[in-house]
């Protein structure tokens, strides 16, 4: 350590067996690192951490502003397990206006580009749902898929039910769904009036040209408008700042809990809780509340990816870059270290990033309701103790799944299952209140396929399975739907959901390890997300390869007792003197196959046209 320069950089502990501990950033790499090795340390945590250091790594940069950043940076590649690590933000959904003639919009997961346009990010997937409905409902722009909207000859169902204007079929001009985009924009981005103000003034051409009818539309338009901003009221920034990221720090019994909520174009979009991956001691002090906030926000708002904001303040989705709000609302300051996080945020985005402590008005009830929210996170996940519960949480934070409630988690899981193509079946079980719920499970026939084609099964079962998805009860609609295979099962499984406009994000295939052994499974996924390897002891794992194996159990015995029935329907078939009259007749009067192999010579005489002879035969053939 007296070896240590005196300048900015970033320093690495590592433990005896050269695990990596903790990376850390320094002003002064000399004076940090000893300050580490004096007999008074604030933090136990830090304290537990000193008694395992052995090695000691330092790369000097120019300025602390690089030391931060390349301290973020380490701590998201390295993942130590005494820094403060919160899960990427990556996962968080996006509402995308695509960059086609007609553009579509849909949710997104994933990296942004600039092709498209895209708003948010949205803290869960609810919240764009509800935007993309708003866009739907009001300036009815197209949601169907590329391969869908290129082969219609007439307007799907949206057309008929005014959410779709049917730019496919030609029902509106390129220019006229051109200015429906931009109001939609608009809208996004805040600027309600003008919005307002273009519809009614087209609803008064229409009426003066005579065209009532198109008149009419635009006033339910008009209408539907309307009651989305009344009930946004209590929403809208009244300065016009109609970007803002609200931050509740709160801490429990050892644990901490971070919740963000998000204002996005005036509109509360709701919030999400964070929980950080490190190494827990009980107590909390304030300066370490501090330590855990300022983490979240350096991990989150300063990346590799760019960030920027635009000249009002507002975020600029088309550019493809990290989305930055110009104003954050917290119940914490950042400390020392805070400053030179804003001032390299400010020097990112290139422009000045308003940080508030003490919110008035809106912002302050945003800020409380932001901290409620967060205290009860935590008393929830205190509540949740082991086991099921334990790997349900695993599971619902592996994925990035939104889910308030562990009991309202519902899964599906589909298997495929056939001897040689032979009797193919599919199974549908299904997870719900932390447990399997046979009652629900269904299997489904497979039939007009090449025998052995699984692809062509999976995506049999998945259309007749979700063809009336969008009415299902909102306790029926599963948040995961899990397919037993791999990239060619998750390929159909894509292409079914886009045909009928369902969240391509809710699939994840399963495909086997090495040998087929539980815990090397790979997860795929159809919306872009890479590959996920959680390994062999993740709680999560666990739960998703109990739940494939009781798929796999389902579909085997379902498919099992079908080609046994088959068997002995073709058996029964091969006898001499029984034609398709006496083997109605047998069927009927024992009930199915299981009951002609299971009755005795003198029970089958007694059958019209069943000789002793005949009886004999068919007892013979079946035994």
């Known amino acids: 350590m007296k070896q240590l320069p005196g300048l900015p950089g970033v320093y690495r502990f590592f433990d005896e067996h050269d695990h990596i501990l903790y990376v850390g950033k320094a002003k002064d790499l000399k004076k940090r690192v000893t300050s580490y090795f004096q007999k008074n340390i604030a933090s136990p945590r830090i304290e537990r951490m000193v008694t395992k250091i052995c090695k000691l790594e330092t790369t000097v940069t120019r300025t602390e502003t690089e030391a931060l950043i390349l301290e973020n940076n380490l701590i998201k590649a390295l993942a130590p397990p005494f820094n403060i690590l919160f899960r990427d933000d990556k996962s968080y959904p996006y ?13 997104y997961r994933g990296k942004v580009d600039k092709k498209n346009t895209y708003f948010g990010p949205f803290p869960n997937s609810w919240a764009v749902r509800n935007s993309v409905q708003i ?36 029902e509106i001009s390129h220019s006229e769904y051109a200015q429906d985009v931009g109001k939609a924009l608009r809208f996004l981005q805040g600027d309600h009036a003008s919005v307002m103000t273009e519809l009614e003034e087209k609803m008064l051409d229409y009426s003066e040209d ?33 970007d803002i990221d609200i931050l509740a720090i709160a801490e429990k019994s050892g644990l901490v809990c971070v919740n963000l909520a998000m204002v996005r174009g005036g509109r509360h979009l709701g919030d999400r809780p964070y929980f950080p991956s490190v190494v827990k001691v009980a107590g909390t002090a304030q300066m370490e509340l501090q330590e855990y906030l300022l983490s979240f926000m350096v991990q989150r708002y300063l990346d590799e990816e760019e960030v920027s904001i635009n000249q009002d303040g507002a975020t600029q989705g088309a550019l493809g870059r990290k989305i930055v709000p110009s104003i954050f609302v917290m119940n914490q300051s950042l400390g020392e270290d805070g400053e030179l996080f804003k001032d390299s945020l400010a020097e990112r985005v290139g422009k000045k990033v308003q940080f508030i402590e003490h919110p008035q008005g809106q912002r302050r009830h945003w800020l409380m309701m932001a ?3 967060a205290e009860l996170a935590l008393m929830k996940r205190i509540s949740e103790s082991s086991g099921q519960q334990q790997r349900t949480r695993a599971l619902v934070e592996a994925l990035g799944l939104e889910i308030d409630e562990l009991e309202k988690l519902r899964i599906e899981c589909f298997d495929i299952s056939h001897t040689s193509g032979e009797a193919t079946q599919a199974s549908c079980v299904v997870f719900q209140n932390q447990d399997m719920q046979s009652k629900e499970y269904r299997r489904f026939n497979i039939n007009d396929i090449t025998p052995g084609d699984d692809y062509a099964a999976m995506k049999q079962v998945l259309q007749r399975r979700y063809v009336n998805f969008q009415e299902l009860p909102s306790d029926k609609v599963p948040q995961l739907i899990l397919v037993d295979g791999g990239k060619g099962q ?35 996924f159809a919306d872009e997300r890479p590959p996920l390897e959680l390994g062999i002891d993740n709680s999560a794992l666990l739960l998703i390869a109990q739940i494939r194996d009781e798929a796999h159990r389902f579909a085997i015995t379902g498919m099992r007792a079908k080609r046994q029935k088959t068997r002995n329907v073709s058996r029964l078939e091969e006898i001499e003197g029984v034609g398709a009259k006496r083997r ?40």
């Open 95 to 107: 509402l995308m206006l695509t960059g086609h003639a007609f553009p579509r919009i849909s949710s």
């Open 135 to 170: 866009l739907q409902k009001v300036f009815q722009l197209r949601t169907c898929e590329d391969t869908v909207y290129k082969n219609r000859s007439r307007p799907c169902l949206l057309y008929q039910i005014h959410r779709c204007s049917g730019p496919c079929v030609g």
């Open 210 to 242: 005579m065209e009532f009818e198109k008149a009419a539309g635009v006033r339910d338009r008009i209408s539907d408008l309307s009651q989305v901003l009344q009930q946004q009221s209590m929403d809208t920034v009244a300065d016009g700042q109609t």
């Open 371 to 373: 901290q409620g929210n």
């Open 490 to 524: 998750v390929e159909m499984a894509r292409q079914v959901f886009s045909e009928l406009g369902i969240d391509i994000s809710l699939i994840v295939g399963v495909a086997k390890g090495e040998g087929r052994k539980v815990g090397l499974e790979t997860l795929i």
């Open 584 to 623: 109605q007749k047998l069927l009927a009067r024992f009930g199915g196959i299981r009951g002609v192999a299971g009755a005795t010579v003198e029970e089958l005489t007694q059958v019209e046209g069943i000789s002793d002879a005949l009886a004999e035969q068919i007892y013979k053939q079946l035994h």
